[in-house]
């Protein structure tokens, strides 16, 4: 059975990862691949970066961070910001990239999602769309880092984009980047009808409670997150652990490490266990996994 | 250490596939270098993109009578991944009907998306392979394996070697006939089972007598 991906969302400003807070303030994280390091070696399923300075410096992603990041990856890698033409696509698929994250291009560029799923196929092409609420509670999707209104519903251009050949779409809530107040459910089930495709949920996460409702609430192929992931140490076996309690089968335990035989509290934090069993733990062998 | 190049044809995440093989020990070469293919070991052929662009990539750099010499005549092993898997077989209707590499009797044909079954098969899915398959060796049946497709592969039973269950198509994952490996999923890309698959592979070619 397919599972739910557990995807880090890395935003990269001035070449660090940093903490994004309504697409406005940003705090710095550290080096991508460290952080890319450890969340490989957490289990993650997936890492998407994308460089928020490119598209207005007029230049893209740079690939020589493409290469030292996926020299440290062994999840898929989507790699986003500034991305203009199939050439660049070409360079940073060569750098080790393995999907191409697109978002104001998809708009006001289309063709450059079906050249690029024409050269690399659909499942290469990823489109990000940013969203917003309006007062009257419905949505509107917006390009240029959340910037520039589109006028269109997050669902008409995600049709628009799966006629171009996109292979996924990731959707992104503009009120609720950052601000730790769980995913926006109506505007995700808004995508879910529109398109066939896989959709990624992202923005709003602030524990595996938040994600724990995203996947009671609806069916998504994927469940994104940025800040959780770098403030708790084992982030990613943390979440997976305690998700795979409510969805057995839903969820990738490959990891080496494992919490499963850990308590949790009511947002899906780790309980410190009793000293009797910590104490215990301390003459456990693990031998190292030899590959 | 026997050589081992990824063959680049313009096509495919290369470097991916050399990363996880330079952690495993081996410096791969990339290159469409004739003479330097010829001096190789084994193949790692990796797929990222469309299939006929791929086919094309393959003729305009004269490499598809190369690789029968070395792979069907010689009986060089070789491993597909994803695309390149595609690419062993007669056909693919990927964007109109396209000639492949026909090393493996069958076809590859589109995945059909309907009200529950997105398209394409995207993340980590669980496999059933077949017990004697090397490739699986020393891997728990429970491992998962990163996919993303929207084609897959129809062929006869006793080319393949796992299999993937999404919605009500049951896919064929890998396949094994004689020195032909390939994974519809990507090993690189599938964490530290993915790296056991890609041992057990080198394994294999390490043991080959050629």
């Known amino acids: 059975m397919l599972k739910k991906r557990l995807i880090a969302s890395l935003v990269i400003k ?11 303030r940003y705090l710095p994280i550290g080096k991508p691949e460290i952080t890319v390091d450890y969340l490989n070696q957490w289990g993650i399923d997936e890492i998407i970066m994308v460089d928020i300075d490119a598209a207005r410096e007029g230049r893209c992603i740079d690939p020589e961070l493409v290469k030292r990041v996926a020299k440290r990856c062994f999840v898929p890698l989507s790699v986003g910001g500034g991305i203009t033409s199939v050439d660049q696509i070409h360079t940073l698929i060569h750098s ?5 994250s697109l978002n104001t291009q998809a708009f006001i560029n289309p063709s450059l999602i079906e050249e690029g799923a024409r050269f690399f196929g659909s499942q290469c092409m990823v489109v990000s769309i940013d969203a917003k609420g309006d007062a009257d509670g419905s949505y509107r999707a917006y390009t240029h880092g959340g910037k520039a209104d589109t006028a269109l519903s ?10 171009c050949g996109a292979g996924e779409i990731l959707i992104n809530s503009i009120d609720r980047d950052g601000y730790k107040n769980g995913y926006d459910i109506d505007l995700i089930r808004s995508l879910l009808s529109a398109t066939n495709l896989p959709l990624i949920a992202l923005g709003g996460a602030k524990d595996p409670l938040c994600m724990k409702i995203l996947l009671e609430s609806c069916d998504v192929s994927a469940i994104a997150a940025g800040n959780y992931f770098h403030f708790v140490e084992h982030s990613a076996t943390i979440a997976k652990a305690y998700l795979s309690r409510y969805f057995p089968d839903q969820i990738r335990l490959d990891g080496y490490s494992d919490y499963r035989d850990f308590s949790f509290d009511e947002r899906g934090r780790i309980v410190k266990k009793e000293d009797k069993s910590l104490r215990d733990m301390l003459f456990e062998f693990h031998p190292k996994e030899v590959i | 250490m026997k050589k081992i190049a990824i063959i680049d044809y313009g096509m495919g995440n290369v470097q991916s596939v050399a990363n996880a093989l330079e952690l495993l020990g081996y410096t ?13 070991d084994a ?11 791929a086919m094309n990539n393959l003729r305009a750099r004269h490499l598809l009578p190369l690789l029968h010499t070395q792979v069907i005549e010689a009986g060089k092993p070789i491993f597909g991944i994803c695309l390149g898997m595609q690419l062993f077989l ?9 000639e492949g590499l026909g090393w493996i009797e069958g076809k590859v044909i589109a995945m059909k998306p309907d009200s529950t079954l997105r398209v394409p098969h995207v993340g980590w899915n669980d496999i059933i392979a077949k017990e004697d398959s090397p490739l699986f060796m ?11 497709h929207s084609y897959h592969v129809v062929c ?4 393949i070697s796992a299999k993937c269950q999404y919605g009500s198509y049951e896919l064929t994952a890998a396949l094994q006939y004689k020195n032909l490996f390939a994974t519809q999923f990507h090993p690189e890309k599938s964490q530290t089972k993915g790296l056991k698959l890609l041992r057990n592979f080198l394994n294999f070619v390490e043991e080959y007598p050629c």
């Open chain 2, 28 to 40: 791969a070469t990339i290159t469409d270098d004739h003479e330097v293919l010829k001096a190789a």
């Open chain 1, 14 to 24: 001035n070449g660090i990862v940093v903490q994004s807070i309504g697409f406005e």
């Open chain 2, 138 to 148: 020393g891997i728990n049946k429970d491992a998962h394996f990163y996919f993303d």
């Open chain 2, 90 to 98: 007669q056909s693919s209707e990927e964007m109109g009907l396209h």
């Open chain 2, 43 to 53: 193949y790692i052929l990796p797929g990222v993109g469309a299939f006929a662009e």
């Open chain 1, 96 to 100: 080790g990239a393995d999907k191409i």
């Open chain 1, 154 to 163: 997050p669902a008409e251009l995600a049709r628009q984009i799966q006629e």
């Open chain 2, 156 to 159: 006869e039973e006793r080319y």
